[in-house]
T-cell receptor, first 114, second 114 residues
Framework: NAGVTQTPKFRILKIGQSMTLQCTQD?????MYWYRQDPGMGLKLIYY???????DKGEVPNGYNVSRSTTEDFPLRLELAAPSQTSVYFC?????????????FGQGTRLTVV | KQEVTQIPAALSVPEGENLVLNCSFT??????LQWFRQDPGKGLTSLLL?????REQTSGRLNASLDKSSGRSTLYIAASQPGDSATYLC?????????????FGQGTELSVKP
């Protein structure tokens, strides 16, 4: 009963380092999303994907990259980490974009850039 | 552009009180609206999904209503308990957002005092 799994749960990066946040889902969902949540704020969309090989930018894509080679996995890459990227990152998935489609979220990755 | 607002940002009530959380959105062309619960340091747990054709949904002590024409949704919590303390987020899935992206409000932080 895994759902959406994110790794790692916590990470501290130094300025200028790179890392990949992993996200995998076992529900065979086509749509996957990466959001970031800053203190006291709602979630803002970084990137999304509507299927393997198809990705697009969200509201706040600068400093991030994604790929989607399989239906299950949607990794988020941070290049040259900056303090402004300190945040909690959530991955989500849903089967499609219609009326009766619920979004499912992972437990988040808490990232600190120092 | 779809915008979602939640008021108040924080709410403190005594145990046993019935309460209402508010969510408003600017564009009524939505597929659905979803209410989430977020415990401190945790991920998002889906509470209720209301399709655009529905007026309300119920789950236990929770009842969510949707009025598309006025751009409002409410989450009613009956007989509140200290375990209900958490941040409650609403999110809408708009017709015109490619990829079925969820647009989030900033959340209402609820504290239920024993």
């Amino acid at each position: 009963n895994a759902g959406v799994t994110q790794t790692p749960k916590f990470r501290i990066l130094k300025i200028g380092q790179s890392m990949t946040l992993q996200c995998t889902q076992d529900m065979n969902h086509n749509y996957m999303y990466w959001y970031r949540q800053d203190p006291g704020m709602g979630l803002k969309l970084i990137y999304y994907s509507v299927g393997a090989g198809i990705t697009d930018k969200g509201e706040v894509p600068n400093g991030y990259n994604v790929s989607r080679s399989t239906t299950e996995d949607f990794p988020l890459r941070l290049e040259l980490a900056a303090p402004s990227q300190t945040s909690v990152y959530f991955c989500a998935s849903s089967p499609q974009a219609g009326m009766n489609t619920e979004a499912f979220f992972g437990q988040g990755t808490r990232l600190t850039v120092v | 552009k779809q915008e979602v607002t939640q008021i108040p940002a924080a709410l403190s009530v005594p145990e046993g009180e019935n309460l209402v959380l508010n969510c408003s959105f600017t564009d009524s062309a939505i597929y659905n609206l979803q209410w989430f619960r977020q415990d401190p340091g945790k991920g998002l747990t889906s509470l209720l999904l209301i399709q655009s054709s529905q007026r309300e949904q119920t789950s236990g002590r929770l009842n969510a209503s949707l009025d598309k024409s006025s751009g409002r949704s409410t989450l009613y919590i009956a007989a509140s308990q200290p375990g209900d303390s958490a941040t409650y987020l609403c999110a809408v899935r708009s017709f015109y957002n490619q990829g079925g992206k969820l647009i989030f409000g900033q959340g209402t932080e609820l504290s239920v005092k024993p």
